[in-house]
């Protein structure tokens, strides 16, 4: 391994460790303000959504993409599988797009 690889590594899991981290606030139904769309509504728009459930769905999601970024980046640096680039990147907009469509619709965190 090179140094730019180690590097890569190195940065790749502080990456993985801060979404981890970011995700335990919102697992305990706490800090919706850092949800990107939640906290540019007004007071009166936020009062019509479930915040804490919001939240805890969000920290799911999160946790999900942490541990992926964990786990496939440094496997993929270390035993140089190509594809598996596409696996975690597909796995990724996957669970944002999925994540977005379930919070939008069916009225699942409206209070």
């Not at 335990?24 to 706490?30: F, T």
């Not at 920290?59 to 190509?82: A, D, K, N, Y």
């Amino acid at each position: 391994m090179e140094t730019s690889d180690i590097i890569g590594l190195v940065i790749t899991i502080i990456v993985g460790l801060g979404l981890i981290g970011l995700s335990v606030p919102l697992l305990m139904g706490r800090c919706a303000g850092l949800i990107a769309g939640y906290s540019t509504m007004t007071k009166e728009e936020r009062e019509t959504w479930d915040a804490p459930a919001l939240a805890k769905f969000t920290g799911r999601i999160l946790l999900i993409i942490g541990l992926l970024t964990l786990v496939l980046m440094p496997v993929m640096c270390l035993c140089e599988i190509p594809w598996l680039t596409w696996v975690y990147s597909l796995a990724v907009i996957g669970l944002g797009v999925f994540a977005a469509v379930w919070c939008n619709t069916g009225n699942r965190f409206r209070k």
